[in-house]
């Protein structure tokens, strides 16, 4: 009997590799982004395999509790263990800059369309 083909790679890997190296990233300051929706900032210090962060000097950015848009505010929270099966997103601090939402119209713009919505008699 013939054995089937596998059109699967043989080679074996020795060198553990991850998808992302964090390691240029150790001391300086990094945004995390976590499943429903916070936001923190602050200097990473250290990480794991499954991308357990920990992090020192975190501000975590403050949301609306109405809307849930992000504010200005920020709180302080110190050191901060951040699990890594939360983990969304994590970016340089510096290098990044924030836009506004494309997509998004403006408060002035939907406002003026709420207002013609009213018929005056």
């Given amino acids: 009997m013939k054995k089937p083909k596998n ?12 998808i992302l ?8 300051r990094v945004l995390v982004k976590f499943h429903g929706g ?8 250290g990480f794991d395999a499954l991308f357990n962060l920990v992090l020192d000097n975190v ?22 263990v951040c699990r890594g099966t939360t983990v969304i997103l994590i970016s340089p601090a510096e290098g990044m800059k924030e836009i506004s939402n494309p997509f998004l119209k403006d408060d002035s713009v939907q406002a003026d369309d ?8």
Avoid: F, P, Q
């Fill in 7 to 18: 059109n699967h790679s043989t080679k074996k890997y020795t060198k553990k590799g991850g």
């Fill in 21 to 28: 190296d964090l390691n240029k990233y150790l001391g300086e």
């Fill in 38 to 45: 916070r936001e923190a900032m602050g200097i990473l210090r």
């Fill in 59 to 80: 501000d975590e950015r403050l949301r609306d509790r109405e809307d849930w848009h992000l504010l200005n505010e920020t709180r302080s929270l110190g050191l901060l």
């Fill in 114 to 121: 709420n207002n013609n919505d009213v018929k005056e008699e």
